[in-house]
């Protein structure tokens, strides 16, 4: 059965949400134990993009969770229309790695139109397929 967590955030870096509750749960959670890590990398790297370059000035971006069988799926909602796209990025430079951090770590990643207004960017992980002991 699908299960779904979702945080509105602010571009406001002062403003917390309203509970600890509201976070959405954690990847181990849902049945992907050793990919929290990941998990938790590419939400951070997808959450600064949303931030520094898809937030409108005074709007914020929404952080989705969602998982079904063996996937958990990350989106991030924000009201700007011009789409990501990875980076040349030098050794000197301080930025420009977030997309190639994003899809190393991830079984897969894309963007999507909202529709209305603005675009949606997710990333994807599979579980780890269980080891199940032969019958003797």
Known sequence: ????????????????????SSAPSPPGAWGLEGRDEDIRLCVSELATNALTHGTPCGQGFHVTMSAE????????????PHWPRPRRSTDDDTSGRGLHIVDMLSDDWGVEDRGVAGKVVWSRFKAAPTIQEAPC
């Open 1 to 20: 059965m699908p299960s779904r967590d979702s945080l509105p955030l602010s571009p406001n870096p002062w403003v917390r949400p309203e509970t600890s």
């Open 69 to 80: 069988d063996t996937i958990v799926r990350i989106e991030v909602h924000d009201a700007a």
